[in-house]
Structures are given as structure tokens and as C-alpha cells.
């Protein structure tokens, strides 16, 4: 295999499941284009034994007690830390983030199996107040077995809280990572077996992903459906979950505005901001999108902003000194063209980047266009690469009603340095994360999701774990 990449499998039923005349997907190092290798897909009968498994699964976990499950996620994490380079080396070679990002993505999911294995000892119901010889108790149980969809964009991140949350509530799990970052998502699932985890409690899946979503959504077996993606999809997705009811955690689309007023020191925001958007080449739903900068600061901003794009290392992640990667795959740069020549077209000022870089793998510049009218489609749809879009606003308030423009609402960023501005901001930002001074909008402990089309329920926090949970209350006389 090349470079170390392994041989792809899935995992059903405790057994690796490789070709057996599958159809097959090229798993591809988007740095070169090169195949890497070659995955299975899951036929209906794969799938309908992951759903035997999985209820199965569920049977055996629902049981085990916290202090078993949280033992699984601090021994998974222990083993995610030993074998850190090796996993974060695949993830680079299958998505094309530099190697630095992809050993910090390892330590995310360290940080959040830690937090979720202490979360499982917390659980905790309530007892109502009631008269004498009456009791009544909430409880919280585990779903069941779910059903976990998770993209290519944080290929060891996505699948850590895909398989973290179910794991710590006592469900069962069928992930279905992205077919384009399979291997990453297998290391983090074997961190888990290593540890412990009966086989049956999760299991991976890939295949078509029309195919696998109905196959899977349509049986009684499956009681929720967890999902990060694009918007488009999510909705779809919610449209099959209905038919069975399901409880679903819908982490979608952004489309982050940043407000800069003229009160904050420019450079210290840029230091932020810059790399903020650069980071795994603008492939990130909370990514800054949309510079609404007071006009004051605008031109001192933008050309900063241009000269910290322009100085910015894009190479192959694996390559030491490398600050951006490749896009992960051929749609993103195609994507970019796209929107850029409709933005130009419609009058914006293109000021750095607008191109490719060669013609081996999916690079894109660094770009930065400027005074983009709101028709360009660019300001309505998620870019979703290294593209900054900086406009000039006169009032706080039109900044606010242009932050809010969009149904998008999952992070927000704001600069200033009035304390009163930044309550009213934080106040009036329509997202489920804004970072005042800070781009700095996650944590194991911290809720992670959006409102409106960005999405509903959390990942992360207690409110991870809880979305994998079902209220019951029993009433005693
Ligand atoms: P896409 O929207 O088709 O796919 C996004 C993800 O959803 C992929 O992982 C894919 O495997 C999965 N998917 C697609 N159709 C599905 C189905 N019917 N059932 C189950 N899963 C399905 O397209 P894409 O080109 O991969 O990404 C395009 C856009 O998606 C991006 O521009 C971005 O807006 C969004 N996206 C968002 C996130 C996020 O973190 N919220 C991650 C990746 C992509």
C-alpha cells in the first residue's frame, strides 16, 4: 500500500468485510490524485446484517454499566495517543490537512472521549416531589441503536463524535463515514474494539449514500439518526427520518460572518482570522465566511487580510512547513471557480488567489474578493474553501441585519473592544455558537451545533450524550 495507507474494509457483525465482489469505491490522496485504495460497499444483505447486529448491539450495551462504558472512551483515548502519528498521517494522506491539524484532530477526539467517559457517571434522572408513599422518577434511557453519518471534512473528528455519543449513552451504532476518508474512521473505531467495546456495539458501514441513508432509515431497528453534512441533505435526510419517527441531531451548513469594528487592533484580529480561514482549506461549517468590517478599519483589513493569504504555505500536508493542504476532493475546487467567475461577473473586486495551483491533485489560492453584491451566489451559499468575502459597513446595526441575513446560523464571530457592544452582539448574533474576540468556539464540554437551517441538537457537552437519550417517567403509588 502506499506510504503506509492500509488495505479498506468494513466492519459487520465483528468481521472485516472486504471485496467478495462488491462494488468498490478509489479511495484518493487529493495532494495528488492518486488512487490510495480501493473500499467495499455495502450490498442490501451487508446492511441488513449490520441492522441484525446492531439491535443485538444495543441489547448488550443498554445493560453495561457506566463505569464499563467509560472505561471503553479513556481506554480508547489512551490508544488514540499511542498510535496518534500513524492515525493522523492517514487522514492527511486520504483528506490532504497538514499533518499538524490531523494530530489536533486525534486530540480532540482524545479530549472528547475523556469528557463523554465522565459524562457516562453523570447521567443523572430527578425525583419529583410527591405526597407520602408516591414516588415519582425521571429518567433518562438510551435511544437505541443509531444510525450515524459523518463527511470527509474532519475525517477522525466526525466519526469520534459519531461513535462517542451513542457509546456513552449505551446505544448501539452503524456509522457510515464519507466514502472519500474511510481509513481515518476505522482507526478510531479499532481505538474503541482495542479498548474493549463489544464488536456488535458499532459497527462501519460504507457504501452509496442514497442506498445506505434509505436502506438504513427505513428499518424499525434504527430509533435516531445523527448527520453532518451540507443543508441539501440534512433536509432530505429529516424526510426519511419522519416515516420512523426518529430523533435526529442535525449538524448542517454555515455560512460565518465575522463583524469588525473599528474599535480593535487590526492586525491582532487578522493573526486570528487569517489562519481561521485557511485552516483545512476553508472546509469547515464554522469557518469564517463573511467580513463585515466598519468601514473605518475596511481597507486596512482587507489588504492585511490579502497580504496574510498571499504569504500563506499551500502544499502537500505531508511536506514539513505546510500551512494549507489540497481541497479534499475534484467537486470543491470546481466549486470554487464557480463562485468566484459569478462573483466577478456580478462586480466584485477579486484581489488575490481566484485560481488554481497546478494541475496534479485539488489546490486551490488563497482567495480574497471584496465589495461582492449580495446577488453573487457566493454570499448566499457555503463556499466551503479558502475564500474570504470582505465587505464595508457604516452602523452597528447593518452589520447585525447582514450577519443575520442568511437562514444559516451555526457560528458568528465578532471583534470590538466595547464591553457593552460585545453583550449586545452576543445577544443578537442568530447562531448556536459566536465567538466574542475569539475564534475559539469548541471544547469537549461545549454544546457544538446550530439553529435554523444550520440544524438542531448539540454534539458535545452533556448535550451530546443527552441527544442519545430518551426521557421516562415512572410514577409509583
Ligand atoms: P454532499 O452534500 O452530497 O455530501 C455531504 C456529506 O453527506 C458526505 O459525507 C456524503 O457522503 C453525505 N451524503 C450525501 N448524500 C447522502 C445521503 N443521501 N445519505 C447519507 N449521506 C449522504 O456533497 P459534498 O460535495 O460531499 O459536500 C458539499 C457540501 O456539503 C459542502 O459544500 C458543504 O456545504 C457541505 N458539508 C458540510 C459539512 C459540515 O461539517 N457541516 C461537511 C462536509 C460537507
Redesign the pocket.
Known amino acids: 500500500m502506499p506510504g503506509g495507507y492500509p488495505s479498506l474494509h468494513m466492519m459487520i457483525d465483528g468481521e472485516k468485510v472486504t471485496g467478495g465482489g462488491r462494488r468498490t469505491f478509489d479511495v484518493v490522496n487529493p495532494a495528488t490524485g492518486e488512487t490510495l485504495a480501493a473500499l467495499p460497499l455495502a450490498d442490501a444483505a451487508d446492511l441488513d446484517r449490520a441492522l441484525e447486529t446492531a439491535a443485538k448491539g444495543f441489547r448488550i450495551w443498554r445493560k453495561a454499566p457506566a463505569a464499563e462504558r467509560a472505561a471503553v472512551l479513556t481506554g480508547a483515548a489512551r490508544l488514540m495517543i499511542e498510535r496518534r502519528e500513524d492515525i493522523a498521517r492517514i487522514a492527511t494522506m486520504e483528506q490532504g490537512k497538514p499533518l499538524a491539524e490531523a494530530r489536533i484532530e486525534v486530540m480532540m477526539n482524545v479530549g472528547l472521549f475523556n469528557f463523554y467517559a465522565g459524562e457516562c457517571h453523570r447521567l443523572y434522572g430527578r425525583e419529583l416531589v410527591r405526597p407520602e408513599g408516591m414516588r415519582s422518577v425521571v429518567r433518562h434511557e438510551p435511544v437505541g441503536p443509531v444510525a450515524a453519518?459523518?463527511?470527509?471534512?474532519?475525517p477522525i473528528g466526525?466519526p469520534g463524535r459519531k461513535l462517542g455519543a451513542p457509546i456513552a449513552a449505551g446505544c448501539s451504532v452503524i456509522m457510515?463515514?464519507?466514502?472519500?476518508t474511510p481509513a481515518s474512521a476505522l482507526a478510531v473505531l479499532q481505538c474503541l474494539y482495542d479498548a474493549g467495546l463489544p464488536k456488535e456495539v458499532a459497527q462501519a458501514v460504507f457504501g452509496v449514500?442514497?442506498e445506505?441513508?434509505?436502506h438504513l432509515l427505513g428499518s424499525p431497528v434504527i430509533r435516531k439518526l445523527s448527520?453532518?453534512?451540507?443543508?441539501?441533505?440534512g433536509k432530505?435526510?429529516m424526510k426519511l427520518s419522519a416515516d420512523n419517527m426518529l430523533r435526529t441531531t442535525m449538524?448542517?451548513?454555515?455560512h460565518g460572518p465575522v463583524l469588525v469594528f473599528d474599535d480593535v487592533d487590526v492586525d491582532q484580529v487578522l493573526d486570528t482570522a487569517v489562519p481561521g480561514k485557511t485552516r483545512n482549506c476553508g472546509?469547515?461549517?464554522v469557518s469564517p465566511t463573511r467580513f463585515i468590517v466598519q468601514e473605518d478599519v475596511f481597507e486596512r483589513f482587507r489588504d492585511g487580510f490579502v497580504a496574510r493569504m498571499e504569504a500563506t504555505q499551500v502544499g502537500d500536508g505531508l511536506a514539513q512547513g505546510t500551512q494549507m493542504g489540497p481541497m479534499a476532493?475534484p467537486?470543491?475546487p470546481e466549486?470554487m471557480e464557480r463562485l468566484v467567475a459569478d462573483a466577478r461577473g456580478k462586480g466584485a473586486k477579486l484581489h488575490t488567489g481566484g485560481e488554481r495551483i497546478g494541475n496534479r491533485g485539488f489546490f486551490y489560492k488563497p482567495t480574497v474578493l471584496s465589495e461582492i453584491p449580495l446577488e453573487a451566489e457566493v454570499m448566499t451559499e457555503?463556499?466551503?474553501g479558502p475564500l474570504a468575502l470582505i465587505n464595508p459597513f457604516r452602523s452597528e446595526d447593518e452589520m447585525i441585519i447582514e450577519a443575520n441575513r442568511l437562514p444559516y446560523g451555526?457560528a458568528g464571530y465578532a471583534w470590538t473592544s466595547d464591553s457593552r457592544r460585545q453583550r449586545r452582539l452576543a445577544d443578537a448574533i442568530e447562531c448556536g455558537m459566536v465567538g466574542i474576540n475569539s475564534h475559539m468556539i469548541g471544547g469537549a464540554d461545549a454544546p457544538f451545533g446550530g439553529v435554523k437551517w444550520s440544524g438542531h441538537g448539540s454534539e458535545d457537552g452533556p448535550e451530546g450524550v443527552l441527544a442519545c437519550m430518551v426521557t421516562k417517567t415512572v410514577h409509583e403509588g
Open positions: 453519518f459523518s463527511p470527509w471534512n474532519f466526525n457510515k463515514s464519507a466514502e472519500e449514500p442514497d445506505v441513508s434509505r448527520f453532518t453534512g451540507s443543508t441539501a441533505v432530505h435526510l449538524e448542517l451548513g454555515g472546509q469547515v461549517c476532493n467537486r470543491r466549486a457555503e463556499p466551503f451555526l
